[in-house]
């Protein structure tokens, strides 16, 4: 259960600093605080352990596998027309589907980034730190052009 008030999320920080960012509870849709990025890592990790499987597990495979699986998403979609948020108009069983092969993309993408030895969820909040300065709230407000369209002098 979300409570009313500003709830703090604890993340963890490539650089190892314990980084602390205050999201307010704005009734909005939101992810369980748990699993962590790391915690589904160490459970595939397991997984393919268990499996013997880290042989066929090379970034080149990962990728390609990862690819598979975001076209499985994308059949899901394929043929709808535009899509309203929260999929009002889907049955259960398409939803639960659609859960299905998000976390496969999610599974391999996490694999595919400790394979490759990058600490994702550092890095994802690190390359939105970036993006906020590419494309600065002031200037691009309402608008979705590519950050090369504007005149950032503004
Ligand atoms: N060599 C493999 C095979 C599978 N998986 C794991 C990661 C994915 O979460 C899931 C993918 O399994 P499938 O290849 O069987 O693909 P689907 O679950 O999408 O089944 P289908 O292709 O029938 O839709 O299993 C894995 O880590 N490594």
Request: hydrophobic share 30%; proline share 4%; aromatic share 8%.
């Amino acid at each position: 259960m979300n409570s009313p008030d500003a709830k703090k999320q604890k993340l963890q920080c490539g650089d190892g600093s314990d980084g602390q960012i205050n999201v307010a509870d704005t009734g909005e849709f939101s992810f369980s605080d748990k699993p962590t990025l790391d915690d589904i890592r160490k459970v595939q990790h397991e997984f393919c352990k268990e499996r013997n499987w880290d042989q066929f597990h090379t970034p080149r495979n990962i990728l390609l596998a990862m690819v598979g699986e975001v076209g499985e998403v994308s059949e899901l979609f394929q043929w709808r027309g535009e899509v309203k948020e929260g999929l009002p108009d889907w049955s259960e069983k398409d939803k639960k589907h659609l859960a299905q092969e998000l976390s496969d993309v999610l599974i391999y993408l996490v694999r595919l980034s400790e394979r490759c030895h990058i600490d994702l969820p550092a890095a994802a909040l690190e390359k939105i730190e970036m993006n906020k300065k590419k494309y600065p709230a002031h200037v691009v407000y309402g608008s979705s052009k590519k950050y090369s369209e504007y005149d950032l002098k503004e």
